[in-house]
């Protein structure tokens, strides 16, 4: 991965927009530059507008990345160009506030990724999924990131000098290891809770308090006695409650059958006191087939009157729309003139209007250009006084500049022989660096050569109790052994040889054998139940069919009756019909001549005429109704039988399908109790129940004592796995214990290797010591200054001081001759400007006077012509009267058009309702003497009295329903009446008691109290007992949790002795080192090309020290704190590098920045670290140095450097001497 530019605006104090392209020169001729400039001038920026824009965070803000957008301004953004695989990305972060205001609210931020070559955006449109796509493509998240681009090598340094506690603080800071010191902890805290989980279910099955087997056995057969004393007083209940129930049957009947005798009286009663609505009911009926001749005439006097009513109207309106016409013809002539008028007034105005509007636009333009004039000449007037005091200025300033000049000249003169006072001082501070050093160093090794030999003699102590310890395990684990063998032979010659297994098989079989038993028990009380049933309804279905067969032969016998009375019903009722006849011919037979033709059928016989059968019609109508209430009586006895059949039909039914039900549930109890009855028992069998109970009570017994043996076995093993554990853990420790002795050996010979190999240093570093404070006083001799160790930082300080002073003399008169150069450059453009400003100035005042005095002219003549009226208001005035009047005209034109059409619309109306009248008045004359003629005909008197006879339809509604109502509830009731009786003697000839409800309903009242009272008791035993059940499975269920638990709890402590510690060192630790072995692979690699003197080694006791190998002396092994100041920082950035290369993976990584650790370096040490980068820089690689060092101005020669202006905001120049 490569970054090729960074392009950002408003972040931090880089206001404004910037752009860096690391692709093009002077970058891509030198690969090696500085970003310098002050503290807080925004060097650290440009790192953060690179990881801003490619993941959305910054190292200094990674929750509230919003904050890197500069003070009061409104919006911001990164964008980075940058190459994976030869192909170019561009990515961009942006962060608004809404509407634009710096003080509105800031908006969600966005991010965008595209292609260079073509712009296609790629990873979606949300944030995420750009962040995703990123990190896809480069092969790094952000923090591997940040620590293979951003090389923290100051974090190295520390590191090297940092306590053990210190040290793994930093390792995992730069690492980013912090997830084993979580994962050590969890597992810790993990192993706590599953602990906390075992003992609360051990407390939990102790509270578990069952009952034992003899207590359990007593209230089962007190819960048996109970459900025997229960089934005889529940048969007596039975009894008494059946008789209660028959008496009060009886009464319920005798009382129905008064209540029917008086509601059938009642409805008599009112059938005769209706008998007049029945009537007028006959009489409507008769009338009725009037009816549609009658409606037809009031229809069509209907008409009459509306087609009346309408022409009255008509006539009524014609007066008004004759005057209505008038007064539009007048309205239509006055709008006419109106129009005319205007018309003429708008010709008059428009060529004077045309002028003023000609003049108002000159006018226009000439303020134009008199206010364009105006700002030019006022701004002129501003520059050339600005110019004035410009050079005012300057003159001062150059006056200053040269003064200041004269004087540097002649102190530099003076003081000439400093001039290589920097050499001599960057010499004296690295002899005083490597002194100081090496008097470190020897401190060091004196201290670690006591240690060395503390730690020896205290691993020898510790040895010798690990061996005691060894020899106190090893006698444990024998009498372990021991006990675990005890346990296991009195396990297999208990318990009649059976092992755990067979006894548990046997025990799982139990409950299903005792539930078959129960299940046959059950099924046995079922099939003699089920007998008894059956026998009773055999018993009921003989008589009801006995009873059915009775009855069907008097219903054939009634059948027939019935049958034959409807026959004499239609005979007679031919003969009504014919009578009827007859006797309508009556007036015609009397004129009937004898031997003459009849005119009707033309028979020339008529034995009718004499007038023989004038009473016959009355005879024959008398014997027809008394037939119908005889066919009436037969229907009702009839429909009777019918029902009473019918009902003992359904019940035999019923009862022979509860019979087929009984038989079949019988046959299904047999085979239910057949299949798998290994005993053969036969359910027909008499005491088959009370064998049951017996088989049953014995099983259970046996289930008890087969659950005792187990649980005594199981006991036994889990008190053998308990000590089987123990023994495990016993032999761990043992194990321990012997790699703790091979451990603390190793130690011991490896301090007293260190031992001798820390004497040989100490030697070494006395002889550097007396080198370096001769080369010492040889530089200071010069200086007439004698050297004392103690006074070094004051002789250091005072020659920085003397050598500052005068670089700073030095560098000042070079920028001052520089300056005055510029100054006096500044000053003739300032003259000059200032005299070309002053005759432009005139010019400007000259046009502006001009332009004024045009425009006054042009404002009088307007005046003068039109005074101040807007022309375009006056012209609309004219343009809408003239509309609106035009308006009126064609409203008035419309409104006499409307009014004529009215006029000759009622006209029209008026004619053709006279002619509809006088044909309605026609017909309604026609029909009424048509039906006048008809209802005399049959009788009746006139139209009036025809109508009288009419009843309205809720009436004629009322008496029809009542009628039925009185007729079929006076059937019912007889009905009813008659089935009461024979029910009331069916019941009494059961004679279930010769006792009173009064004596029955003590005697039911004290069997309920007894029955109740033995079920609150059996209630009692039931819950004693059930609980019982609850528990006892709430015990195996703990138990069984208990076996499962511990294995967990097992598991994770096993796991917590290797890795867990509350804090989360000890696996934080392992983990570390095995990273910081890595480290110190790649590290190496890089330190190599370095130089080849030093090697990395990591510390083999200690897990996170490092020693560092010298091979320019023999390959000795010393601590990193003998390293001086130039050799520290190539090994601390080497491990920076070799972190990169780590966090890297498998991404080539061609863009590095090193954001620390030049600003404690000498001269000489950075001369070192910048060769370093140099050779680094020659792998391909573009390197960033970031720091506010000022001799790195010096060394290398692509900068960028960033400048602090006014207001707070700093800004970003790129200068190379080599392009210069």
Known sequence: MKILSVKFQNLNSLKGVHEIRFDTPPFTEIGLFAITGPTGAGKTTILDAITVALYGKVHRHESDVEEIMSRHTAESYSEVEFEVNEKAYRAKWSLKRSRGNVNGKIQPEKMELSEVATGTFLGGHTVGSVKQEIKELCGLDYNQFIRSVILCQGDFTMFLKASDNERSELLEKVTDTGIYTKISI????????????????????????????????IHLEHLEEQRKSETTFKTEQASLTEKINWLRSIAKLETEKVQYNTELAEKTTLQTAHQPDFERLRQHEKAVSFKPALVEIEGITSQVDKTTLALTTQQGLLPAYKTAVQTATENLSAAELSVTNTQSDLSVLEPVLEKVLTLDANIRHTTQQEEKYNIQYQRLVTIVNDLHTDKEQNDDKLQQM????????????????????EKQLIALKQYHKELSDTLQAITSTNTELAEFQKNKTKGQSLLAEVEKNIIKFQGEIDKKEIQINQLNKGLISGFSGKTLEELEQTASQL????????????????????????????????????????????????????????????????????????????????????????????????????????????????????????????????????????????????????????????????????????????????????????????????QTTLQADILKIRETKQLIRDEQDNLATLMQSFATEQGTKARYQERIDALSESIERSTFQLHQQSSKQTT????????????????????????????????????????????????LIQAENMLSNITHSLAEKITEQAARENEWKQEAEKLKKLKDERFALFADKDPGKERTILNTTLQNNRDKKDKAQQTLQTEREKLNITAEKIAQLSKDLESYQSTQQELTNKL??????????????LKALFLDENEHAGITKLEKEITSRIALLQQLLTNTEAAR????????????????????????????????QIGKLKQILDKDDELRKKSAEITAQLDIQKKEFNRWLQLSNLIGSADGKKFRRFAQGLTLARLTDLANRHLNKFSDRYTILKSNENDLELLIVDGYQADVIRPMTTLSGGESFLVSLALALGLSDLASHKVQINSLFIDEGFGTLDADTLDIAISALENLQANGKTIGVISHVEALKERIVTQIQLSKQAGGWSDIKIISRTAN
């Open 932 to 945: 006048s003629a008809n209802l005399s005909k049959q009788g009746f008197d006139s139209i009036p009295a």
């Open 985 to 1016: 003697e069916k019941e009494l000839a059961k004679a279930l008691t010769t006792e009173d409800e009064t004596a029955l309903t003590p005697q039911l009242e004290t069997t309920n109290i007894a029955i109740n009272e033995l079920n609150q």
């Open 186 to 217: 969890f597992v810790f805290e993990k192993q706590k809770e599953e602990n906390n989980k075992l003992n609360n279910l051990r407390l939990q099955l102790e509270g578990v308090d069952l009952l034992t087997e003899d207590e359990r056995n």
């Open 772 to 819: 370096l404070t001769e080369n010492i006083t040889t530089l200071l001799s010069p200086y007439q200054i004698n050297f004392e160790f103690s006074q070094i930082n004051t002789i250091e300080t005072a020659l920085s001081q003397r050598w500052e002073k005068y670089n700073q003399s030095a560098k000042e008169q070079q920028q001052l001759k520089l300056d």
């Open 402 to 421: 040269q003064s200041r000049t004269q004087t540097l000249d002649a102190w530099l003169v003076a003081h000439q022989q400093d001039i290589t006072l």
């Open 511 to 702: 409950p299903a054998e005792i539930n078959n038993f129960e299940n046959k028990y059950r099924l046995s009380i079922a099939f003699n139940n089920n007998k008894t049933q059956r026998k009773t309804l055999e018993e009921s279905i003989t008589g009801l069919e006995n009873n059915y067969t009775e009855k069907q032969t008097a219903f054939a016998l009634l059948s027939t009756q019935k049958s034959d009375a409807e026959t004499q019903l239609s005979d007679l009722r031919q003969l009504v019909e014919l009578e009827q006849r007859i006797q309508k011919y009556e007036a015609d037979r009397l004129q009937l001549k004898p031997e003459q033709p009849c005119p009707l059928c033309g028979a020339i016989h008529h034995p009718y005429a004499e007038g023989n059968y004038t009473n016959k019609l009355s005879e024959a109508e008398e014997r027809r109704n008394k037939q119908q209430q005889h066919v009436l009586s037969l229907t009702e006895q009839y429909n009777k039988n019918n029902i009473e059949l019918n009902t003992l039909q359904v019940k035999i039914q019923t009862n022979k399908e509860e019979l087929v039900k009984l038989v079949t549930a019988s046959q299904e109890t047999i085979n239910e109790f057949n299949h798998n009855n290994p005993d053969q028992l036969n359910i027909t069998n008499p005491t088959l129940t009370t064998d049951l109970i017996q088989i049953i009570q014995a099983r259970k017994q046996y």
